[in-house]
């Protein structure tokens, strides 16, 4: 099983240690299934809200122009013809859903395989006293100094409204419970920053 230190918010060892779960931190990159998991989230997010008028939503055209034969022009039917201007569009966009979905076992092989890319490349930090008694940036603002991150996540055990206030005003910064662990977060930052007390539940979670 992996050994990490465990640091506080400044940035310095407390010299204690952590063993974790080799299932959740020491799992081989699964390339295909993290790219997968990505474009899961991203399509999620998607409003798929745009849209166009078809022939028979626009205004007008219910008279024939002129009649079928004899004027020596081509047929036509309706001037809100996808061909006339002022016409309806053919084939354009509807509203959908662009959700897609993955089996549970790939979504959290996605994230434990992230996890251990993560820690593997020294980005992966253990945090003791990740709680803060009031909102104060500056105070995650000098923790990311500390740990030389430009852009840093910071995982909580629950929802800790007071580090949430705290980094939500900086960019390049977020904080995020542990119940909403995902893959391009965890790849997007630079730095991740683990409450200690987030780590038993990660662990028990995808283990």
């Given amino acids: ?44 997010q998607r409003q798929g809200t745009s849209a166009t008028k078809t022939r028979a939503m626009v205004r007008g055209g219910g008279r024939k122009p002129w009649r079928q034969k004899g004027t020596g022009r081509a047929r036509a039917g309706s001037i809100r013809s996808p061909l006339w201007i002022g016409g309806g569009v053919a084939f354009g966009p509807h509203p959908r859903s662009y959700a897609k979905s993955m089996p549970r076992k790939a979504r959290r092989l996605a994230i434990r395989c992230a996890l251990s890319a993560k820690l593997a490349a020294g980005e992966l930090m253990i945090v003791d006293g990740m709680n803060f008694e009031a909102p104060k940036t500056k105070q995650v603002v000098s923790m990311m100094s500390a740990f030389t991150a430009n852009k840093a996540l910071l995982i909580t055990e629950g929802m800790q409204e007071m580090v949430e206030k705290s980094a939500r005003n900086i960019p390049g910064a977020k904080a995020l419970s542990n119940q909403y662990l995902n893959v391009f977060d965890l790849l997007y930052h630079d730095k991740v920053l683990v409450s200690r007390e987030a780590i038993a539940r990660i662990e028990e979670v995808l283990a």
């Fill in 1 to 44: 099983m992996p050994k990490v230190e465990i640091y506080n918010i400044a940035g310095q060892t407390t010299g204690e240690t952590i063993e974790l779960n080799e299932f959740v931190f020491g799992v081989e990159m699964n390339e295909a299934v993290v790219h997968q998991a990505v474009v899961m989230q991203q399509a999620a």
